[in-house]
């Protein structure tokens, strides 16, 4: 993050500046931190609108990681601007010039302004500050910086948007100015520059938030960390578990399998890790409705787990559909394998000299035929799932829409994966042979979270208890009527009463 | 739907407020239906702008149905706020405090505010309200609503935005809010009030289009219904006619095939439907052409049919895709079905049995080395069309891009898939014995429509025709300048003026 | 291009209208182009806000090619409205009646609007035309409508805006209309009117920029030309350098091999493709890791090359991913081929004559085990990258993440890459029957730019490098703090000064 700052708050200004003028509006921005550049003075854009700041970015040669630079179509914004021409003047007399002035110092600088405070008394500083860690100092950034200028009303904002967003211009998404500030309306001044700018401004509410607003640049996927781990988890236990089954059983019968490790093994937990995570997506919705059944009232706030679980469908939904793909790969890759090969020519070697020529096992091929055709259907849903995920899609749809691909399909690709589940089973789980340690086969383990949801939905399905749920979701509360009970009112209307609000 | 409500109409209001606020903007909103949780009493939020929704949402626990909530990054706006500490007063009071009403009231229940209608009498009253089924009532909620209270001004809105767009925060796409209202200052300050919660207000003129915008809600994907049937249709009637080729025809010859039915009959279908939804995509830009040529003017309107068809281009183009994933799928699992293994060693073993060593047949490895890599490149071209045909790329795409890769480059795959279609058939459509029940071989019927396309294609790029069909695209049309010559005009120049329109 | 652009013309004012009349906006919007339908007269939408757009574009069949149709939820926008009636005056008239107007006329008739000079006086020209090829006049279109007509000023603007964009309202991305203009003041009005619209104005400044305007709708994916003609060009020398050895080789030897080339040569030919440019990827990172480290500072621009490099990293990224999924299914497609079946039972029928039952080689079994997994993880990083480098999840993700996404796992990516390269090769490199025509095995020619970029990225990662190379990229500058000794200033603080503006 650090070293993107300093074009972060040039451009900013630049742009700022830039559509500023294009809006016919009067407010100056200096850019403080230029000043550091050249010692004592500071640096004033110059009011050429077509001044952009692609080229402040290719002087400074930042340049984003990786393959991908944000956004679409970015050529738009970044091609052809005559370079602006920077006018430099001393700090002092730049300040004098302008009543937002964008602090793009570092906390341990601050200082370096004070001497400029009786120039800056009663300006307004936008603090655009970011850590280098989470909750690094005990006061946010911008309270320090309002306790060194006591003078000056702090805002804090633009910290959240990328220098790369401030080049190509504001696109779809993260296209939101967080501001807060104790003064309304040196916040209604900010959010109109921010606005100004093609961002839009939210409010955050007075100072205290500020530590929130500087927090969230340094987050790292923090939705996923439990997705992610939950997964590993799963993987490293199944993985062991068909480790012992498929490689060290054998072992100890005195065959070498070791080869199976690095596709076959995996390839058996993957879908494991893939079923159960489904299913757990699923489980919550369970057991809110369970709750709100037992406490017949929606308006019972839901655990704290249950809660964040909740918040994490989206994620365990979308490393299952991850999961599932790469065992399609793996599955699909079997047949590629030497092993494979040497397999079928020893047996047909062995085959020939036995002079047998009927091989064909009418059950195996019916199973494997049904279960890969099951397997493929439940992947094709998944991955419309996975897609309609996509942000843009998302926000396409009507809530219907949503709610049927991701709750309807979702939960028909659950029954279609367990049938999938099922017919690879087919009769092992009663032959005895397969109880290798007395460990069941690995596929049994994985039935039991799934049944458990499809055995749930289908109880909620029955009349009388969807009714209810339906009720409680439409508002209805158990034993509410009782509370008060209008004069015209039965115990039916007022429950229908109730349920209006919904 | 329904369930959702609650949270929609107050997460509203408080973020109404909250924006409101923000902006120093005094319109108070209340919510009416807070009253019926407290009977006699209606709540209204203080002024915290920090006060979120989240919190609301949490304590009526409603949550988004399967693993996908809505849009990208909601940690923004979902953390660490404070409770909104919700002021209680009697509804007649809260009523008086205010001028804009947010009536989030069941239809049936719109009575329960009759007795208000004198406080409410000279307020807006916003018609919040969602239908559970298309069309339900003759005349609209709003309407009816009006009907009630003669001496307010209702306005319908804010019913298409969803609980979680507005607890996230308007994010990309669907932000439109859809407003109708006889009264236009009434209008004016609605749109203000959505504008100031991030959102894009649409106006949908007078009262009338009430009902229309009570409905969208309740849509489920109606641009997709006719092409899946589409889809549906081609599957069913290309399933049967395999089946019959590759089941039915040899049980008759009294071999048991029906191990093919789960996965070879429907390998052999996917293709069929992939292809010709492929070229239905294009074939109704051929007639519109086609039309145009005839008529010699693009003025004239097309059929509604034709006009549909070409509405829903898109649907049918990715659903095209899907089957020729899904085929792609199935074509890799091929080699992994134990009757490809055991069909592998018999074959084996006979050969072993005759001493015969050379099984090679140097035509059908070409074939099949030929068709599949042509499958794959053509498989290629129409994901990246796929990919293109995201909402979020599409948009950052211009005009002329997307018609390349819309237009130029899934033509091309189309020309590719034909000649995938044609190495596959190879000469087989010559071999009687590939008549069964004198059915021609599948992919013959599917080269029709496909054919036709491209032919038609192949006349229009003739420079004659070209040329007039680029001219009636300019707005030429044929015979126009007999109905008016100006004074200086030559049929060239008017032509030439007609088409400068364009 | 052009025969859109009537309806985009006419759907524009439509909408135009529509917004600014539910803002209660006045200012009546011409649509000069319709006069030359009509002859003499013009048309003037009446003020029925619910006037769409859809009928004019039916009216006038225009469609968009392909299976795409724009943006994803446009049933809002286009269903069940009325036509709007439009009442059609005397241009003149028409003329008199409004402010802005929209010449929707091409340049070589812009001399038709003469007549209406002195009617036009005062007026707002807003000039929406496009050219059919980029800079196809000396001076743009918008200065030349502006010398035709002194006494009118003249804004360019909503030229990029395609008619489907504008019928379907406007949706994320792409909603960025360019205006510029000499007048500030006209500039303001037009954009107050896309701002109506929903569109985010962007100003471009005075009348010079204009002809970068026009060119913009002209462009087709400029940015991805130089990295497909880099793949294509590393295809065909790999393709070649494969048939060498693959075919021409073995045909020199007295085998025909020829049916290798349509799968088999290109399979081998397309990961190396897949692999360099991956590492080309991280490349330009690293040399301006070097030119910092070199000049120790930031501040100093990269040559155009390397700037040029860095900007299409994105694209190069993307191109490899396509590259890497189409090796993986013509991977996968090998075991389905006729000649990979024939080859199987050669063997087995060779090993049944020989009555050979062994044929395991553990070594082969493990080598291509390994390789296979290997790769299947590859590929499955690069999907997340290149998932995440849709605009639409890009934007979702903070700095910080989207910096971990595409650097950090990136280079996971090509570590795992060029495991399984060397896995695949196993120790082939050593084994002098590979060295063809003395031409080494494929896969060596790789790995020289991949392990490259590794060994520059373990050298940077080295404390004493990363530690200066940090302190760069926060600012910091070699021998900087010699310029100006602040009175109170150590070497060390100014150097943490300058490090402050970053």
């Known amino acids: 993050m650090a070293y993107l700052e300093p074009g972060q708050k040039k451009t900013q200004s630049v742009q700022a500046k830039q559509k500023l003028y294009s809006h016919g509006n009067v407010i100056t921005v200096v850019i403080v931190c230029l000043w550091f550049f050249t010692g004592e003075t500071a640096c004033v854009f110059p009011w050429f609108p077509f001044c952009s700041s692609s080229d402040v970015?290719?002087?400074?040669?930042?340049?984003?990681?990786?393959?991908?630079?944000?956004?679409?179509?970015?050529?738009?914004?970044?091609?052809?601007?005559?370079?602006?021409?920077?006018?430099?003047?001393?700090?002092?007399?730049?300040?004098?010039?302008?009543?937002?002035?964008?602090?793009?110092?570092?906390?341990?600088?601050?200082?370096?302004?004070?001497?400029?405070?009786?120039?800056?008394?009663?300006?307004?500083?936008?603090?655009?500050?970011?850590?280098?860690?989470?909750?690094?100092?005990?006061e946010s950034n911008a309270e320090y910086l309002a306790s060194l200028f006591p003078a000056c009303t702090v805002v804090k904002g633009f910290n959240v948007i990328s220098a790369w967003t401030l080049q190509s211009g504001a696109r779809d998404g993260n296209k939101q100015v967080l501001i807060c500030s104790n003064n309304q309306e040196a916040k209604r001044i900010v959010a109109e520059i921010a606005q100004v700018m093609g961002f839009t401004p939210v409010d955050m509410g007075?100072?205290?938030?500020?530590?929130?607003?500087?927090?969230?640049?340094?987050?790292?996927?923090?939705?996923?960390?439990i997705p992610i781990f939950l997964a590993l988890g799963l993987f490293l236990f199944f993985f062991t578990y068909n480790l012992v089954r498929q490689v060290i059983h054998p072992y100890i019968r005195g065959q070498k399998k070791f080869y199976k490790i690095p596709i076959e093994v995996v390839n058996t937990t993957l879908p494991c890790v893939a079923?159960?995570?489904?299913?757990?997506?699923?489980?919550?919705?369970?057991?809110?409705?369970?709750?709100?059944?037992?406490?017949?009232?929606?308006?019972?706030?839901?655990?704290?787990?249950?809660?964040?679980?909740?918040?994490?469908?989206?994620?365990?939904?979308?490393?299952?559909?991850f999961c599932a793909a790469l065992h399609a790969v793996y599955s699909l890759c079997l047949p590629m394998r030497r092993s494979h090969r040497y397999q079928l020519i020893e047996t047909a070697v062995k085959q020939a000299m036995e002079k047998k020529t009927d091989?064909?096992?009418?059950?195996?091929?019916?199973?494997?035929?049904?279960?890969?055709?099951?397997?493929?259907?439940?992947?094709?849903?998944?991955?419309?799932?996975?897609?309609?995920?996509?942000?843009?899609?998302?926000?396409?749809?009507n809530w219907r829409e949503f709610s049927f691909v991701q709750s309807t399909l979702g939960f028909i690709a659950l029954l279609i994966s367990t049938l999938h589940t099922l017919t690879y089973g087919w009769s092992r789980?009663?032959?005895?042979?397969?109880?290798?340690?007395?460990?069941?086969?690995?596929?049994?383990?994985?039935?039991?979270?799934?049944?458990?949801?499809?055995?749930?939905?289908?109880?909620?399905?029955?009349?009388?208890?969807?009714q209810r749920l339906l009720r409680i979701r439409r508002g209805w509360e158990k034993g509410r009527y009782v509370k008060f009970v209008l004069p015209s009112a039965t115990g039916e209307y007022s429950s229908g009463e109730t349920s209006s609000n919904v």
Request: charged share 20%.
């Open 275 to 321: 079923y159960i995570m489904l299913s757990l997506v699923y489980l919550p919705g369970v057991l809110a409705a369970c709750s709100q059944l037992y406490y017949g009232t929606k308006y019972r706030r839901f655990p704290d787990w249950l809660d964040q679980w909740l918040r994490h469908r989206k994620q365990i939904g979308l490393l299952s559909f």
């Open 359 to 397: 091989v064909w096992v009418e059950e195996e091929v019916w199973r494997m035929e049904i279960y890969i055709s099951v397997g493929i259907i439940a992947l094709g849903l998944l991955s419309l799932l996975a897609i309609t995920s996509l942000p843009s899609i998302a926000n396409s749809l």
């Open 206 to 225: 007075c100072m205290s938030s500020a530590c929130e607003i500087e927090n969230i640049p340094l987050r790292l996927l923090p939705a996923w960390k």
């Open 429 to 466: 789980a009663f032959d005895e042979n397969q109880y290798k340690f007395y460990l069941p086969p690995t596929y049994t383990l994985t039935l039991l979270v799934p049944c458990t949801v499809i055995l749930a939905r289908v109880i909620f399905s029955l009349p009388c208890i969807q």
């Open 57 to 138: 970015r290719r002087r400074h040669g930042q340049t984003p990681p990786g393959p991908s630079q944000r956004g679409g179509g970015p050529q738009h914004r970044s091609h052809g601007r005559p370079h602006c021409r920077a006018e430099v003047t001393f700090q002092a007399e730049a300040v004098k010039k302008t009543d937002v002035i964008f602090v793009a110092v570092f906390r341990e600088h601050y200082s370096t302004l004070c001497d400029l405070a009786d120039v800056l008394a009663g300006k307004i500083l936008v603090d655009v500050s970011n850590n280098t860690e989470i909750n690094h100092h005990k």
